[in-house]
């Protein structure tokens, strides 16, 4: 699983995304949004870590950390059970709330990778994900007129999406951070040290 884990992922979220085009009839909005979830984060995934990729190695020299390549490889298997629960969760229990998660993550993903281009003093206005992370910001700023033109939520779900959308990234980064052997107190005290 380590070493094929974006493979894995491809075929879990491109499976799922065909059999419910081929089964599923008169999907839910819920539904449809996180379908599209599943297709651009896989995409995303694709893009940081194999075409082009890198942005893991960015990560890492931006916060001056070495690591084998079994850790960088050991480390992307959160990231790849975090996008599996966000988006299928939502799918099967079309319970709105959850919803927001993938796409507060998406527009996450979208601040990350701009603010990334002068964090890790990019040549080129790009950093690996790029792309395919404005795709789901876009995404997201549509998801987000569908649920409130659909009266789907109330005025504090959007703020509760906002703080599981955080519990949910940050349980994955400890995980990732711990892969490393490291916990937040060493990986902020490495960045202050190397500053």
Known sequence: MRDYNLEILTFIMFGMVTFSAVFYNGLSLV????????????????????????????MLKFFKLKAT????????????????????????????????????????????H?????????????????????????TSIIALLNLSNNNLLQSWDYVWGILIMFLCFGAMQRTVIAIYGLGYKDLIANLKNNR
């Open 114 to 138: 701009i603010i990334g281009i002068k964090l890790h003093k990019m040549k080129k206005p790009y950093t690996p994900g790029l792309i395919t992370a404005m795709c789901l910001g876009l």
């Open 31 to 58: 539904q449809k949004m996180m379908l599209i979830y599943m297709f651009l984060f896989t995409l995303h995934e694709w893009e940081e870590t194999r075409f082009p990729g890198g942005f893991a190695k960015l």
């Open 69 to 112: 390549p079994n850790q960088i490889h050991a480390a992307h298997i959160p990231v790849i059970i975090l996008l599996i629960i966000i988006t299928f969760v939502p799918f099967f229990t079309q319970y709105t709330l959850l919803a927001l998660v993938p796409v507060y993550l998406g527009l996450f993903e979208t601040f990350i």
